[in-house]
C-alpha cells in the first residue's frame, strides 16, 4: 500500500493531533472525518482540508474510499468502532489503550484477524527512533545486566466530574489513560534484556488513590516482577504531575531518558543519557527525526499494513493483549472496577454493540442427546477459566456466536465463582433456552447421594436457573453402590432439576453396573459419560479421583454401547498447543500427565499434518477426537479467543480413516 486514506473517528484534541501528523507523513492522506454530530465533524474537516465529513460514524465505515480508520473516542467506544471498523474492511490504528480490559483488546484483534485487515494500537512513542535506541541498548548490554526500571507518567489536572479523566463511565484515572505508557515501556525493556519483543511480568502488585467522588485512580502507583530477576516500578495520575521520565539501571551502569513519551512531537531532536558504572561524565546520544512523532506513527501503521505485522519497537497485537493483561492486573491490585466491567446492567449487547445472536455459516455440527429436546454442539465450552465478567461475556459471546449451545459447569469450578459468571451471562444475554447447561456435583470428598440435592441447588441459585439440561455426578465413591446414586439422580430427574443426567470419571464395572439396575427397573439411565479422552495418553491423572477412556477396551466399549462421551482435556491441557516440549520447558502438570515418548511421537505426528494441511496443530489433535466412531463431545477449556478460534477449526479438518489411525499408532 502505497498511500493510507486515513477516516478520523472523533474530532478532539488527539484526533487534530493526529490529523497533523498524517499531513506531515510519507505515506498517509487524510479522507474523512466523522463525528456523532455533524458540526464538529464539518470544522475538523475545514479546519485540516478533509474532503468529507460525517455526522456518524457508520457512514464512514461504510465509505469505500477510506482504507484505514484512527479511532480517537473515548476508551469505552474503543472495542465496538474497532470491530465495526475490521467487518467493514478498514483497517484500524486504535488510540490507547486498545480497551478496557484484556478482553476487549482480544475482541478486535480477532475481528481484524478474521477480515484480514491490520491492527494496531497508537503508542506514538514506540514508533519514534528513541525508543528504539533504548532497547538496542538494553539489548546489546551496555549498562550490563537490566535489573531495575524506573518510568513515571502523570499530570495534574484539575478536578471536573465530567472531564474524560475522571469519569468512571468513561474508563477514567491514569492508569488506563496515562499508567498505560511505563507499563508498555517496561515490557519493552524485559523483552530486550531476554533477547524477545516484549516481556510479560510474573507478578503485579499495586496501590493506588482512588477519588472519593471520581472512584477512579487519581494517582498509582505498582511494581512489576519480570523472568529473570528484572524489576520496574511504575507510576502514573492525573491529579499529580510526576517526572515523567524512564531510568533503566544495570550492573555496569544506568540509561536516562528525559522525554520518553513526547519524544520530537514537533520534530526537533531528543536524547538518552548513558551512565557508567564509575566516575566517567555520563554520554548524552542525540536522536534527530526528519518527521514529528506523530507522523512517524502514520508511517509505522501502513509499514504495518504492507507487512502485514507491526514494525518493532511498534506495538504488534500479542503486546498489546499482555500490555492489557497487565494493566488488568494493576487494577485488580488497587480495587478498580469500572461500572460498565459488572454484571449488573451489561444488557443483551456484546462488545461489538449488538444483541448476541448466531453468525450465518457456522461449522458446528449437532447431536440429541437421551431424554433432552435441544441440539447439543458437538464443542462443548468449558467454563472453568473464566473469572471475570468482561472475559466471561467476551469468551461465551464468541462461542455462542460460532454456534456453540453446551456449556459445561461444575459446583467446584473456582469455588463456585465459574458458576456465578455463567449465571450472570445468562441473566443479561437472555438466552437460557437457547443454551444446553451441563452441570456437575458430588465430588470428592462430598460423593454420596444425600448430598446431590444440596449442591445441586446452590448450583441452581448460582446460575440463576431453576433447571439443568444435563447433570453429571463429578466422582465416583465405590463405597456407595451404584443403586443409590440412580435413584437419587433419578429423583431430581422427575422432580424437573434436570432433564437427563450421567458420570464423569467412572469406570467401565460402575457404569455397566448402573445401566443394569437402571433398566432392571425400567429407569432412563445414564444418558452419557464424561471421562478424559483425548490423543495423548493420560499415564497420571492431573487431579485425584480422574479416570481416562482413553485404553482399547474402554473405546471398544463406547463403539459398542454409543453411549456419548463428553470428553474433557479433549487436547490433553494444550499438549499440542505448544504447551509441551521434549526440549522442557513445558508446563508441569502436562509432563506429568501426558509428557512420555509415545506422546511425543503422536505430537510429532501431529505437527507433520498440521504443516502439511496448514493448520494447528491444536486443530489436528482435536479433529482426531471428532473423527471417533462413536459419539465424542470435546470439552474445550478455551483461555482466550485465540483458542476457541484453533478449537472450531477442528470442525472443517477431515481425517480419513487411515489418518485417524497414523496419528494414533504411527501405522500407515
Keep these: 500500500m502505497k498511500t493510507v486514506r486515513w477516516g478520523i473517528l472523533a474530532t478532539g484534541r488527539i484526533a487534530g493531533v493526529f490529523a497533523e501528523g498524517v499531513r506531515a507523513s510519507r505515506t498517509g492522506e487524510l479522507a474523512a472525518v466523522a463525528s456523532r454530530d455533524p458540526s464538529p465533524a464539518r470544522k475538523f474537516a475545514e479546519r485540516f482540508g478533509i474532503e468529507r465529513a460525517y455526522g456518524n460514524y457508520a457512514d464512514l465505515l461504510g465509505d469505500d474510499r477510506v482504507n484505514a480508520v484512527y479511532i480517537a473516542t473515548p476508551h469505552p467506544m474503543h472495542a465496538e468502532l ?20 484484556h478482553a476487549e483488546a482480544m475482541a478486535m484483534v480477532e475481528a481484524a484477524r478474521a477480515r484480514g485487515v491490520f491492527f494496531m494500537e497508537a503508542f506514538m512513542y514506540r514508533c519514534h527512533p528513541q525508543t528504539r535506541l533504548l532497547a538496542e541498548l538494553v539489548s546489546g548490554g551496555r549498562i550490563g545486566e537490566p535489573r531495575m526500571i524506573q518510568a513515571s507518567f502523570g499530570f495534574d489536572a484539575p478536578f471536573e466530574p465530567g472531564s474524560r479523566v475522571f469519569a468512571q463511565s468513561l474508563g477514567g484515572g491514569g492508569i488506563l489513560d496515562v ?15 531476554a533477547g524477545k519483543a516484549f516481556l510479560d511480568p510474573v507478578d503485579v502488585s499495586g496501590a493506588a488513590h482512588l477519588g472519593p467522588e471520581s472512584r477512579v485512580d487519581e494517582w498509582a502507583a505498582a511494581t512489576l516482577r519480570f523472568p529473570g530477576g528484572i524489576l520496574a516500578q511504575i ?9 515523567n521520565a524512564v531510568r533503566v539501571f544495570g550492573s555496569e551502569g544506568s540509561l536516562l531518558v528525559p522525554d520518553p513519551w513526547m519524544p520530537g512531537r514537533d520534530g526537533s531532536p531528543c536524547r538518552v543519557v548513558v551512565y557508567s558504572k564509575g566516575d566517567d561524565p555520563p554520554e548524552e546520544i542525540p536522536v534527530p527525526t526528519d518527521r514529528p512523532l506523530y507522523a512517524l506513527e502514520a508511517d509505522a ?16 497485537v500479542d503486546d498489546t493483549l499482555g ?3 497487565t494493566l488488568d492486573s494493576w487494577r485488580t491490585a488497587v480495587g478498580l472496577e469500572y461500572d460498565s466491567e459488572r454484571p449488573e446492567g451489561a444488557g443483551r ?18 447431536g440429541r442427546i437421551a431424554g433432552m429436546d435441544k441440539p447439543v454442539s458437538r464443542l462443548v465450552f468449558g467454563v472453568d477459566n473464566q473469572t471475570t465478567f468482561p472475559h466471561a461475556a467476551v469468551m461465551f459471546d464468541d462461542f455462542f456466536e460460532r454456534g456453540g449451545t453446551c456449556f459445561d459447569t461444575a459446583r467446584i469450578y473456582r469455588a463456585g465463582l465459574c458458576e456465578k459468571m455463567m449465571g450472570s451471562w ?26 446431590i440435592e444440596r449442591e445441586l441447588e446452590e448450583s441452581l441459585e448460582r446460575l440463576q436457573t431453576d433447571y439443568l439440561d444435563l447433570y453429571l455426578l463429578h466422582r465416583d465413591n465405590p463405597e456407595v453402590p451404584v443403586g443409590e446414586f440412580v435413584e437419587a439422580l433419578d429423583e431430581l430427574r422427575k422432580a424437573g432439576r434436570f432433564r437427563a443426567y450421567g458420570v464423569s470419571n467412572w469406570t467401565m464395572a460402575r457404569i455397566d453396573e448402573a445401566e443394569r439396575y437402571a433398566a432392571a427397573r425400567g429407569l432412563p439411565g445414564l444418558c452419557c459419560v464424561s471421562n478424559h479422552f483425548s490423543l495423548a495418553r493420560m499415564v497420571e491423572p492431573p487431579w ?15 463403539q459398542k454401547n454409543r453411549l456419548p462421551l463428553f470428553a474433557w482435556s479433549s487436547q490433553a491441557q494444550g499438549f499440542f498447543a505448544g504447551r509441551a516440549s521434549r526440549a522442557g520447558g513445558s508446563d508441569e502438570m502436562i509432563l506429568r500427565c501426558w509428557g512420555i515418548e509415545e506422546n511425543f511421537r503422536r505430537l510429532d505426528r501431529v505437527n507433520t499434518l498440521a504443516d502439511r494441511r496448514g493448520l494447528s496443530p491444536a486443530s489436528i489433535g482435536l479433529a482426531w477426537v471428532l473423527h471417533q466412531p462413536f459419539p465424542v463431545y470435546p470439552l474445550i477449556g478455551c483461555r482466550t479467543l485465540a483458542e476457541t478460534r484453533t478449537s472450531t477449526e477442528a470442525l472443517t479438518v477431515e481425517l480419513s480413516p487411515d489418518e485417524v489411525t497414523w496419528l494414533d499408532t504411527g501405522e500407515e
Excluded at 501502513?302 to 504488534?316: D, K, N, R, T
Aim: net charge positive; aromatic share 6%.
Design 544 to 558: 485425584p479421583g480422574c479416570v481416562a477412556a482413553t485404553d482399547p477396551g474402554f473405546r471398544n466399549w463406547f
Design 179 to 193: 499508567g498505560c505508557y511505563p507499563v508498555s515501556l517496561a515490557r519493552l525493556l524485559a523483552g530486550a534484556a
Design 301 to 316: 501503521f501502513a509499514a504495518g499494513v504492507a507487512a502485514g505485522s507491526a514494525p518493532w519497537p511498534a506495538m504488534s
Design 235 to 243: 507510576s502514573t495520575g492525573v491529579r499529580l504531575r510526576q517526572e
Design 426 to 451: 445468562l441473566r443479561e444475554r437472555g438466552v437460557r433456552e437457547e443454551i444446553v447447561l451441563l452441570g456437575k456435583g458430588a465430588h470428592t470428598p462430598n460423593c454420596f447421594p444425600g448430598a
Design 82 to 101: 474497532a470491530i465495526r471498523a475490521a467487518e467493514s474492511g478498514k483497517h484500524v490504528l486504535c488510540e490507547k489503550p486498545a480497551g478496557l480490559n
Design 323 to 325: 500490555n492489557m493483561r
Design 349 to 366: 449487547n456484546t462488545v461489538a454493540g449488538r444483541p448476541l445472536a448466531r453468525a450465518g455459516g457456522t461449522s458446528m455440527p449437532y
